[in-house]
């Protein structure tokens, strides 16, 4: 029988994600309950849950939202998390990607942006690294990019978690 994901240490958990990676075990209960709990321990403030319920919020109003709207969500000082935000998305991707969800973060956005949706050159190409990870083919960038934002805002306007 399995350790209660509560139970391990954050190194634990670290190669519980680790083994499920080198397994191809994307899709694990297990899996996705380690990656809930390490983002939750790491989070410097930021809460996996609050920014989840954010991210489908505005999804579902079709808008894009800002990096620093997802400290404020979590109750958490912008200052000192603006590091944290991009591990933090990195694991949300890698969880909405384990459930068959679209790449969540994919309208999370510089304020400068949140209009448009545009990514900065660096973000989009740390976006684009996590989605690689995770084998997705990807010949144009920016179309990726708004692929993602769309089937972010049908998931969220179905309301039904995606296969």
């Known amino acids: 029988m399995a350790k209660p994901i509560g139970d391990h240490s954050d190194q634990q958990l670290r190669n519980v994600i680790d083994n499920h990676r080198k397994n191809g075990k994307l899709n694990a209960p297990y899996y996705l309950d380690a990656l809930d709990e390490l983002a939750r321990r790491k989070g410097h403030g930021l809460d996996f849950q609050k920014s989840f319920d954010l991210i489908r919020k505005a999804a579902a109003e079709r808008r894009f939202l800002s990096y620093k709207e997802l400290a404020d969500a979590?109750?958490?000082?912008?200052?000192?998390?603006?590091y944290a935000v991009n591990g933090h998305l990195g694991d949300l991707i890698d969880y909405a990607h384990g459930r068959g969800w679209p790449l969540l973060s994919a309208i999370v956005v510089n304020q400068q942006n949140v209009a448009t949706g545009d990514m900065e050159p660096q973000t989009l190409s740390g976006f684009v690294e996590a989605a690689r990870a995770l084998e997705?083919?990807?010949?144009?960038e920016k179309a990726f990019l708004g692929e993602q934002q769309e089937r972010v805002f049908a998931w969220a306007a179905t309301n039904v978690e995606p296969e």
């Open 74 to 82: 979590s109750g958490a000082e912008w200052s000192k998390v603006r």
């Open 136 to 140: 997705y083919v990807i010949a144009d």
